[in-house]
Nanobody, 113 residues
């Protein structure tokens, strides 16, 4: 059974940093691209970043230059390093296996002074 478990969210001041983690199980992790999405109340889920199985990243324009997606295939974990956080980054962050309909439970990120 596929499981995705996000962690690392919390409350941070504007300009601060957080590192999110998503631990995957039940798949051959290295074969799949992985993505981070986020969703704020009343808004649709938004793609934030994607990383291929080989480690090639892609970012939404809203986060490029501030966020970094990485993966550790040996640990079946994908990370999202978030720097220079802004209030508009506040959302629940989810990870997803690309091409498969599997989502984690999400981790709340709140950016507020």
């Amino acid at each position: 059974q596929v499981q995705l478990v996000e962690s690392g969210g919390g409350l941070v001041q504007p300009g601060g940093s957080l590192r999110l983690s998503c631990a995957a199980s039940g798949i051959l992790f290295r074969f799949y691209s992985m993505s981070w999405y986020r969703q704020a109340p009343g808004e649709q889920r938004e793609l934030v970043a994607t990383i291929t199985g080989g480690g090639v990243p892609n970012y939404a324009e809203s986060v490029e230059g501030r966020f970094t997606i990485t993966r550790d295939n040996a640990k079946s974990t994908v990370y999202l390093q978030m720097d220079s956080l802004r209030s508009e980054d506040t959302a629940v962050y989810y990870c997803k296996v690309n091409s498969l309909v599997y989502w984690g439970q999400g981790t709340q990120v709140t950016v507020s002074a």
